[in-house]
């Protein structure tokens, strides 16, 4: 069974930044594809960030590109979603999820992913 635990969401003031970490059970992560998605109350859940099985593919949502920046650690099991210059639409619940399946193209989608985590609410004041 594989778990994935996001922490580090926080109240921040708009500029702030914040690092989310998420931290996957199972001796198969650097095999999985990662990805961030966020979900704002009433909102569709959408798009942030992936990265491939090794880190060196990243793709990310046009609204967050240039500030946030998605990186892993295999030896720790843990990806993580570095966010800078944050805005009040950046407020949402952010996922972070895990893919055996796809490639770059089809990681901006929610069905590319088999394990999701259970959120952890990001809040950008301004």
């Known amino acids: 069974q594989v778990q994935l635990v996001e922490s580090g969401g926080a109240l921040v003031q708009a500029g702030g930044s914040l690092r989310l970490s998420c931290a996957v059970s199972?001796?198969?992560?650097?095999?999985?594809?990662m990805g961030w998605f966020r979900q704002a109350p009433g909102k569709e859940r959408e798009f942030v960030a992936a990265?491939?099985?090794?880190?060196?593919?990243?793709n990310y949502a046009d609204s967050v590109r240039g500030r946030f920046t998605i990186s892993r650690d295999n030896t720790k099991n843990t990806v993580y979603l570095q966010m800078n210059s944050l805005k009040p639409e950046d407020t949402a619940v952010y996922y972070c999820?895990?893919?055996?399946?796809?490639?770059?193209?089809?990681?901006?989608?929610?069905?590319?992913?088999?394990?999701w985590g259970q959120g952890t609410q990001v809040t950008v004041s301004s």
């Open positions: 999820a895990a893919s055996t399946f796809g490639n770059m193209n089809t990681y901006i989608y929610t069905a590319a992913y088999n394990y």
């Open positions: 199972g001796r198969t992560f650097s095999s999985y594809a």
């Open positions: 990265i491939n099985w090794s880190g060196g593919n990243t």
